[in-house]
């Protein structure tokens, strides 16, 4: 079950439903200074969770994954670390693995139209052939040109809210700056900016071939 918690600032987190074993995060207590936001590219954090756990002790993952109903997971202690970031360069003993906090957003990410209907959008399962809505249900997704792509999968309205206060507790809890990339910058890939930058960033900062966290996202839902 949830943890719950008297305190109105501390965000519901179930600690135990969808918990990595030791040996799927490294066990090493560091300290934070940077949050990265992630999406899974996944439907549920049921998901993740099975893709993680069988990977051999591969020790790729996050952290906190927040399913689409809100929930949020706890997948291993925030200040352990696992390879969440995948750089290969300005990242020396994985250190900005290590000083930051991963948050994966339960999100299919970007959507192309279907080969053969115009009207419907895909996911990428089996090449982006996978219905996921129709053009004509704007609520369900985001137009907007990143990276090559020109839709992208919304996040329901209970996943910005606890995304929020988990932001929040964290930069409480590990004295993380609050404080977003300049605007100009958010979309950006800039290895040498974001590696010394501290507060609340996403994966497409630090890797040029990443979507996450995309045009759906709406930074302006943090509060900040």
């Given at each position: 079950m949830p943890t719950t918690s008297a305190n109105p600032l501390t965000p519901v987190i179930d600690r135990t439903t969808l918990r990595l074993p030791e040996g799927e995060y490294v066990n090493q207590t560091v300290p934070k200074d940077l949050i990265v936001l992630h999406y899974t590219a996944g439907s549920s954090a049921r998901s993740v969770f099975n893709t993680w756990i069988g990977q051999g002790s591969g020790s790729v993952a996050t952290a906190y994954v927040v399913d689409l109903d809100g929930t949020i997971y706890e997948f291993f202690p925030p200040g352990c670390w696992a390879y969440h970031l995948g750089m290969k360069e300005r990242n020396p003993g994985w250190y900005h693995d290590r000083r930051s906090i991963g948050i994966e957003m339960v999100n299919v990410g970007p959507l192309r139209p279907d080969a053969e209907r115009a009207d419907q959008l895909n996911w990428w399962p089996n090449d982006y052939s996978t219905p996921y809505c129709l053009t004509s249900e704007t609520d369900q997704y985001t137009r907007g040109v990143f990276r090559g792509c020109r839709y992208f999968a919304n996040f329901?309205?209970?996943?910005?809210?606890?995304?929020?206060?988990?932001?929040?507790?964290?930069?409480?809890?590990?004295?993380?700056?609050?404080?977003?990339?300049?605007?100009?910058?958010?979309?950006?890939?800039?290895?040498?900016?974001?590696?010394?930058?501290?507060?609340?960033?996403?994966?497409?900062?630090?890797?040029?071939?990443?979507?996450?966290?995309?045009?759906?996202?709406?930074?302006?839902?943090?509060?900040?």
């Amino acid at each position: 079950m949830p943890t719950t918690s008297a305190n109105p600032l501390t965000p519901v987190i179930d600690r135990t439903t969808l918990r990595l074993p030791e040996g799927e995060y490294v066990n090493q207590t560091v300290p934070k200074d940077l949050i990265v936001l992630h999406y899974t590219a996944g439907s549920s954090a049921r998901s993740v969770f099975n893709t993680w756990i069988g990977q051999g002790s591969g020790s790729v993952a996050t952290a906190y994954v927040v399913d689409l109903d809100g929930t949020i997971y706890e997948f291993f202690p925030p200040g352990c670390w696992a390879y969440h970031l995948g750089m290969k360069e300005r990242n020396p003993g994985w250190y900005h693995d290590r000083r930051s906090i991963g948050i994966e957003m339960v999100n299919v990410g970007p959507l192309r139209p279907d080969a053969e209907r115009a009207d419907q959008l895909n996911w990428w399962p089996n090449d982006y052939s996978t219905p996921y809505c129709l053009t004509s249900e704007t609520d369900q997704y985001t137009r907007g040109v990143f990276r090559g792509c020109r839709y992208f999968a919304n996040f329901p309205g209970a996943q910005f809210e606890s995304v929020q206060s988990l932001v929040d507790h964290l930069c409480r809890e590990y004295k993380i700056p609050r404080v977003l990339p300049p605007r100009a910058r958010r979309d950006e890939y800039d290895a040498r900016y974001f590696c010394g930058f501290q507060g609340i960033a996403s994966h497409q900062n630090f890797r040029p071939d990443k979507f996450d966290v995309g045009p759906a996202w709406d930074w302006s839902r943090l509060g900040i």
